[in-house]
């Protein structure tokens, strides 16, 4: 059996071409998962501290108080300074504009994670690449002060 000059090398060349689209679709898997991580993980996160925080924020009592110690709260549990965390408050009324309100002391907190894939830039052959992708999260959570026993028994 003889082997022909142009089959030699076929499965070198081959492996060129698939071992970079192995190595992306590794990297996407990788990224992936580990997002699918970091979102259960920051819900979590996210509700107790609008629970533990958000419902009566220490010093100043008022939403945007509440929402940089929601904040500070969830970027100490997260732990991962590459994650970019936002929190917003806002008061939930009955009328919007109006003076009445059900329950003045409702509050919801819109809490959002920002992640980066890795390797978010590289170099090959001396060119730079930086893929500006953020891949987000949002969790909305209403805390009502009168209704988890502040100051009580503790309910929760």
């Known amino acids: 059996m003889t082997v022909f000059a142009e089959e030699r090398g076929q499965m070198v060349a081959e492996m060129a071409v698939m071992v970079p689209v192995i190595l992306v679709c590794a990297l996407v898997a990788m990224n992936g998962a580990w997002f699918a991580n970091l979102c259960a993980r920051f819900d979590r996160v996210a509700m107790d501290a609008a629970l533990a925080h958000g419902v009566s924020p220490a010093g100043e009592q008022d939403a945007t108080a509440a ?86 028994e503790g309910h929760a």
Request: hydrophobic share 45%.
């Open 67 to 152: 929402a940089s110690q929601v904040k500070a709260a969830i970027e100490g549990a997260m732990a991962d300074p590459d994650l970019v965390i936002e929190v917003s408050a806002e008061h939930l009324d009955l009328f919007s504009g109006g003076v009445f309100s059900i329950s003045p002391s409702r509050v919801r907190f819109t809490c959002s994670m920002g992640y980066r894939p890795h390797p978010s830039s590289f170099s090959i052959a001396g060119a730079s690449f930086a893929l500006p992708v953020l891949a987000t999260h949002t969790r909305s959570i209403v805390v009502d002060a009168s209704t988890i026993g502040i100051g009580g």
